[in-house]
């Protein structure tokens, strides 16, 4: 059978001019470029021959375009542009190329292609691109369907033009069959390299729209010495030569005609939105995670808890292996279950504990088969055939299903949870409620920063909240508390004391805790105890001068108090600098810049080694997990000091140079979240599938010890596992495979449980089934983490060139196998992938990944370990960022407007625009943003009288103006795991810079290519496969 994905011609067919630009405000270009060789220096544009207009580039919200002068001053250039005084060296060193093949030489000969203008407006030419399915793409402004304005070019290298003279070019996306595109023949291809220069002529490519080369907000930059062609010096030409300026007219690629994620959320929301899912049919795929959904256990486990790469898996390794598409599930095994959909069932088998298979230990389950009148059942995860115990036996019906299905949870549900009896405790004996350990570095920077005082204020109310159990009057957990700098302060705060006492320990090397009794107590119990201390604290060490800090022993306190009370648990750290005090874990600055972009970049991200590893281990196996609150002013080597957080479960948060009044308010949301959030300690989780495949591979905030077990010290409603799996034989497309996630935890009451969650995919021999099931918020959550740990072991332009090498295999392996037969100049996608090369672009422009000595290291090391915790939403939201359109929002009505393209293209200088990734929140106002609005929202005449930097709060104000506004963002923080600090962004403020790094389809300020440039780029190289 075969199937039509979505369907698009050349331009497509050739790496753009720029790949891997560098903008020139931001350091110079690093030595190599990015994801392998796609490119030589960033090329100039050619600008339009004199006489020739270009169709005028329509903004979102149907306004005019701006004034074609260049918006910002010429110390900024556009992303990619290089300034005008400085033409780009003639030779960079060119890189390996991505296949492994010599690299070009400099010169490279392209005697058998065309010039690369006349290449690329031959390609233009035969543009045709058809829609996804069979409806018409729509322009943002939800116009009719464009047409292309320019006038067909002449026919060059036997090319037939277009349309005939005098005849209009059909409309963009009228539906017509998606197996007769683009008729034309393809350009010869004369490039086995990534484009170099030929001889001293630049590369003049014609500028496309959506490529941030073009003036802001899409208008050409214009200027007097771009009128038509001349020699001098300007951006890409080299000083003295012709500039290959000339040429037929282009015709513009609109940038509305390749695949967009926003329209892709949009349709599923409408479709899919508001509906009940029912988990009732194995193998079937979910809404994405964009959309609102409800969703009703009927067999298979709820999309929250688990979601796949792909639902349908090939039957053999072989096919797997052909089309390169990972199988892995994303699985978050306590997330928060909506308050309409039904809480997980405890099931209590009383003292003979869950029924399980004898042989491979799953768990009861909707998959197994009951046989011989019910006495018996057959295990659908190795086939084993099991007694059935006395007290759990039950007739079946005349369908062989036993009568109490719908009673018993676990015959019927997806997910729910056992009692677990002591066999399952650790040495045989029940657990203890868990405690809160409280840790607060009172060295000179956080007491003179107002850190401390802060903190200690909060703590007050805050441990009124602490989890608990459902229907409990109170929480279980203990708290405890511990100052430090370069020695440790512990605190005795028993309910029968007056006056807290303090205990110090300055012998850091053999740490222990010189207190039992009364250092983890009732938070209700001794409050007044802990209120005292907590005024006390932050006068205590107000006159301090102590700046050096510990940092490893303050973690083995925490966990030797655990020991000590027999108990898991949780550290709160807040700390703010490197630890340099003589004490074991003391740590050295390593930061060297100069290593980004070489082949020992990767240390910079490896933890150094000894006491810190010992440490993980002694947290895992007490079930003590680490919180890192870091406040750090310089460098603090969160790759060594991020690591115990990063394998027990824990989280990590930054606020670089923090300041009450700027970082206050988010560091408190962050805290409280963290202290209430629902959560489990002392965890172990197991994942069983059926025969033919397995669990090869597991990535997250989590500790092996071997190839089986995933040991957390604790697990938390936002913490995601992702685990690949590999063929061991043939799978059946009857039985399917079916996978069983089972975690023993203990609970905050102290309760050891059992959670379950299962689910059952399809097989098929049919490549076109897999594509079709794919899930692309899943396959780039798998592909980030597995990037990310491959960055410690190998060098980042490898990693950058397995990645790219993957998506242009999986694409052409959908090509080959699945797509009619078409010509090889279209670049057709599986529809439930058209939108994975824009993920992926984003994906090796992440700070991580895009290896810029702007970056610092320590902001690298920490989007690292962030998203190797993240589950699928959160890293849908953070490679294509929300972009919400205000201007001209609708006050009455209660949604969110609809997001926009994440692109220069989409901003209008009379616009107000929201950017939100799930870190960071940005409220960006054009320069001729409506002064009413201005009014309603700051309560100022205009934007003239807006703070220039840094501003980071809005005023609440009486209009509906600013209630809209702030229900949005109360609506989309509530959405999110951690709180984003509002930024307000005026047009052409310095600090724009840091909003336009989140504009992801366009070139990346630190490298990276354009969406567009980056989809023509695998293009070829799918061609290169094909071939």
């Not at 300026?245 to 959320?265: H, R, W």
């Not at 991580?848 to 690298?860: F, H, I, N, P, Y």
Request: charged share 15%; net charge neutral; glycine share 8%.
């Amino acid at each position: 059978m075969s199937q039509q994905g979505y369907v698009a011609t050349p331009p497509y067919s050739q790496a753009q001019a720029g790949m891997g630009g560098y903008a020139a405000g931001f350091g110079n270009p690093p030595p190599q470029s990015h994801y392998g060789a796609y490119g030589s220096p960033a090329q100039g544009y050619s600008a339009p021959p004199t006489g020739v207009l270009k169709p005028p580039a329509s903004s979102p919200s149907g306004m005019p375009p701006p004034p074609v002068s260049s918006q910002y001053g010429t110390n900024i250039q556009q992303n990619g542009a290089h300034p005008h005084s400085f033409p780009p060296p003639v030779s960079s060193s060119p890189s390996m190329s991505p296949y492994g093949q010599p690299p070009p030489s400099a010169f490279h000969s392209m005697a058998q292609a065309p010039p690369p203008t006349q290449q690329l407006t031959n390609q233009m030419s035969a543009m045709n691109i058809a829609g996804y399915g069979q409806r018409p793409v729509q322009s943002p402004s939800n116009s009719a369907p464009q047409h292309f304005q320019t006038s067909p070019p002449p026919p060059v290298m036997g090319h037939p033009p277009l349309s005939p003279p005098g005849q209009q070019p059909s409309p963009l996306g009228s539906p017509q069959p998606m197996a007769t595109m683009g008729s034309m023949p393809a350009p010869a291809m004369g490039m086995s390299g990534p484009p170099g220069p030929v001889g001293h002529q630049p590369q003049g490519y014609p500028q496309q729209p959506g490529s941030p080369m073009g003036g802001p907000y899409g208008a050409q930059m214009a200027g007097p010495q771009m009128a038509g062609p001349q020699t001098g010096t300007f951006p890409g030409g080299f000083p003295g030569g012709p500039a290959q300026m000339a040429g037929p007219p282009q015709k513009k690629l609109d940038p509305d005609s390749i695949p967009s994620t926003t329209q892709m959320i949009e349709d599923d929301q409408a479709k899919r939105g508001g509906q009940v899912y029912v988990t009732n049919i194995r193998g079937q795929v979910p809404p994405l995670v964009t959309t609102n959904f409800t969703v009703q256990d009927q067999g298979n486990a709820s999309p929250r808890f688990m979601r796949c790469t792909t639902y349908s898996f090939p039957c053999t390794a072989d096919l797997a292996k052909q089309c390169k598409v990972p199988l892995a599930a994303i699985i978050k095994p306590f997330a928060t279950v909506p308050k309409n959909e039904t809480p997980l069932y405890i099931v209590n088998h009383g003292e003979t504990g869950p029924i399980r298979c004898n042989r491979c230990k799953a768990y009861m389950c909707p998959y197994m088969q009951f046989i011989d009148g019910g006495r018996r059942f057959q295990c659908s995860f190795c086939s084993c055939v099991n007694e059935v115990p006395v007290h759990y036996f039950q007739h079946l019906d005349h369908m062989g299903r036993r009568m109490d299905l719908y009673e018993r949870p676990e015959l019927s549900l997806g997910s729910y949870e056992f009692s677990a009896t002591l066999d399952y405790c650790k040495n045989n004996k029940p657990p203890n409620p868990p405690a809160y350990i409280f840790m607060i570095d009172v060295s000179y920077n956080n007491i003179k920063s107002g850190l401390v005082r802060l903190i200690c204020e909060e703590l007050k109310t805050l441990l009124d909240r602490l989890p608990k159990e459902e229907g409990a009057e109170s929480s279980s957990i203990k708290v405890g508390f511990v100052t430090y700098n370069k020695i440790l302060h512990f605190y005795n705060v028993k309910s029968a004391l007056a006056q807290p006492q303090m205990m110090v320990v300055s012998d850091t090397a053999e740490m222990f805790v010189p207190l039992l009794d009364g250092f983890l107590v009732n938070f209700q119990e001794s409050r007044a105890v802990i209120n005292n201390l907590l005024d006390q604290i932050p006068d205590m060490f107000a006159d301090t001068n102590e700046s050096e800090t510990v940092f490893a022993p303050v973690i083995q306190a925490g966990v030797e108090a655990l020991k000590a009370a027999e108990c898991s648990g949780k550290l709160f750290i807040f700390h703010s600098s490197i630890p340099t005090a003589e004490a074991p874990g003391k740590l050295k600055n390593r930061d060297d810049r100069k290593l980004v972009g070489t082949e020992k970049e990767k240390t910079l991200f490896q933890p150094q080694r000894g006491v810190y590893e010992q440490l993980t281990k002694d947290c895992v196996a007490q079930g003590c997990c680490v919180d890192l609150f870091l406040f750090p002013n310089q460098y603090v080597d969160i790759a060594t000091i991020g690591d115990v957080p990063s394998h027990t479960g824990g989280s990590i948060y930054k606020y670089s140079n923090f300041q009450v009044e700027v970082n206050g308010q988010q560091f408190l949301s962050d805290l409280r979240r963290d202290v209430e959030k629902s959560i489990g300690f002392d965890a172990i989780m197991r994942v069983r599938t059926g025969t033919g495949f397995r669990a090869t591979d597991f990535f997250g905030a989590v500790y092996m010890n071997n190839t089986t077990d995933v040991e957390m010290a604790a697990v938390d409603c936002d913490k995601a596992v992702t685990v690949e799996f590999k063929h061991d034989d043939t799978l059946s497309e009857e039985s399917g495979a079916v996978m069983q996630c089972a975690l023993l935890y203990t609970t905050i009451g102290g309760q050891r449980r059992l959670r379950i969650h299962n689910l059952s995919l399809n097989c098929s021999s049919q490549l076109s089934e897999l594509y079709k099931s794919c899930e692309t918020d899943a396959l780039i959550n798998f592909f980030a983490k597995s990037a990310y740990r491959a960055m410690l072991n190998q060098p980042m332009k490898t990693v950058r060139e397995i990645l790219v090498n993957q998506t242009a295999h999986m694409l052409a392996c959908y090509r080959k196998n699945c797509a009619s037969p078409s010509a090889v100049s279209q670049l057709i996608l599986p529809d439930a992938m058209k939108v994975f090369p824009v993920y992926m672009n984003s994906l090796l422009k992440t700070p991580a990944l895009v290896g810029s000595t702007e970056l610092s290291t320590d902001d690298r090391a920490f989007h690292r370990f962030m998203v190797n915790a993240m589950g699928v939403e959160e890293t849908q939201v953070l490679l294509y960022p929300r972009l919400i359109p205000l201007h001209n929002m609708d006050v009455s009505s209660e949604s969110l407007p609809a997001a926009v393209r994440c692109s220069e293209e989409r901003l209008s200088e009379s616009g107000m625009f929201l950017l939100e990734n799930g870190l960071s929140m940005f409220l960006w106002l054009g320069q001729a943003c409506s002064p009413d609005l201005i009014q309603n929202l700051f309560n100022v005449p205009s934007f003239g009288h807006l703070p220039t930097e840094g501003q980071t709060s809005l005023p609440v104000l009486d209009n509906s103006h600013s209630r809209k506004l702030h229900s949005i963002i109360s609506r989309i923080s509530q959405q999110r795991a951690a709180s984003m600090k509002l930024l307000i962004v005026k047009q052409k403020d310095r600090a724009e810079m840091l909003f336009r790094q989140l504009l992801v389809e366009d070139k990346g300020l630190h490298g990276g290519a354009s969406y567009m440039d980056f989809l023509c780029y695998v293009h070829r190289e799918i061609r290169q496969l094909l071939t």
